[in-house]
């Protein structure tokens, strides 16, 4: 893409967010796009594959701090709302973005920032010569995963459907029909800008014959049109490590979309959602259960079977043990591949029946006769004295 067109384009506008959104505004904001315009979701629909595409390039650049920054101080520079000085975007050809790129560090008034900002941005890095079929690396590529309680724990192999895109098939990313190959723009010698002479000074601007690429495809490639990329469904085998945190990214690298002019595919992320267990909770490695018992199993001391991921197992309770206290099943955790192995944290937690028989109530009552001295608010009521006086 050529520096007129990228910075032409309003990113913020694309996703239906103001310029200065906040990074999980825009990433909100990007993921509500990408549901609604997936070609996953709407099979065969051209304009909305387009809107995906462009939804897709925009969060490129607004994810990436450092592009954010560079794109912002490009298009108050040379955009002003609406195009580049001297017709950049209105019609003109009186700006030479050649001195900018790669002659502006000569310039007197410290214009080297300039031209470092702008070849941040557009992958230059000085030189008008710079060659417009410089290799460029892909674009990361984001999805999401859903997977079991159990599967976040021990680890899983998880088959998945993406849509992206991929280096056309038919053409091998070239952008041309098989059987031919492009050619260097005639016009611009393939450096993707061309040079006018305007009394003591030259002025640059991208090639209109070749839109900034260098080069010009005679028989565009019929699936790609040219692009060299199209979007495909495509399989891949993800391998989950035992332990993964909900919400934590799985990286896949080169599995991003693909490099432009030889460049290295970018790498694909795949972010975890973990559906939750009706039993199990989880505390860093540890794994939580809540077991009900009685007053008397607390009071008198018992032995419980627990359940674990595993299995079960058996432990004692001591006498006179409190409501809520937790007690640790050693090594029943979450095991990770870093050799680190979690606990099982067992909360018991006194049920309280909802209904008694005849019998149980008079138990109770005869209890609570024989303990009547004893006050269980003792101590509270002690410190609130204490604390008044």
């Known amino acids: 893409m050529s520096a007129r067109d990228w910075i032409e384009k309003d990113f ?3 996703l239906g967010v103001s310029s200065d959104a906040s990074a ?3 990433k909100k904001a990007y993921r509500k796009l990408a549901r609604e315009l997936h070609p996953d979701a709407n099979p065969g629909d051209a304009k909305a594959e387009a809107r995906f595409k462009a939804v897709s390039e925009a969060y490129g ?14 298009r108050r520079l040379f955009a002003g709302g609406g195009g580049f000085p001297g017709g950049f975007g209105q019609g003109g050809g009186t700006f030479d973005v050649g001195d900018l790129f790669g002659r502006a560090g000569q310039q007197p008034g410290g214009m080297g920032g300039l031209g470092d900002l702008l070849g941040g941005l557009f992958n230059r890095r000085g030189g008008t010569s710079a060659s417009a079929t410089r290799p460029r690396r892909g674009e990361d590529v984001e999805t999401d995963v859903r997977i079991d309680f159990t599967e976040a724990v021990r680890g ?3 088959p998945m459907r993406l849509s992206s895109p991929s280096t056309c098939s038919t053409c091998s990313g070239s952008g041309a029909r098989p059987g031919t190959s492009p050619r260097t723009c005639t016009n611009c010698g393939g450096a993707g800008l061309v040079t006018r002479n305007q009394g003591a000074f030259a002025f640059s601007e991208p090639c209109a014959d070749c839109r900034g690429t260098g080069r010009i495809i005679d028989d565009p490639c019929p699936e790609c049109g040219g692009d060299g990329v199209s979007t495909k469904t495509r399989t ?3 391998r989950i490590p035992p332990g993964v945190d909900d919400g934590q990214r799985i990286r896949l690298g080169g599995q991003g979309e693909p490099g432009r002019n030889g460049g290295p595919n970018g790498d694909l992320y795949v972010r975890v959602h973990v559906n939750p267990d009706p039993v199990f909770g989880r505390s860093g490695n540890n794994l939580t259960v809540t077991v009900p018992v009685t007053f008397p199993e607390l009071a ?12 079960k197992v058996t432990l004692k309770v001591p006498a006179g043990t409190a409501s809520g206290r937790v007690l640790r099943a050693k090594g029943k955790g979450i095991a990770k591949r870093d050799g680190q192995v979690g606990d099982l944290l067992i909360t018991l937690q006194v049920a309280i029946p909802n ?3 005849a019998a149980a109530r008079e138990a109770l009552e005869a209890y609570a006769s024989a303990t009547a001295e004893h006050d269980p608010r ?7 004295e204490k604390r008044s006086t």
Do not use: C, F, H
């Open 300 to 311: 008198l001391g018992t032995t419980l079977t627990v359940p674990t991921l595993d299995g």
């Open 24 to 26: 999980d505004e825009i």
């Open 156 to 158: 899983a192999t998880v």
């Open 12 to 14: 913020y506008r694309e």
């Open 355 to 357: 209904n008694m028989d």
């Open 236 to 238: 891949l085998t993800i």
């Open 61 to 74: 650049v607004l994810s990436d701090a450092s592009k954010r920054k560079q794109y912002d101080e490009a």
């Open 378 to 384: 003792a101590d509270l009521n002690a410190l609130v």
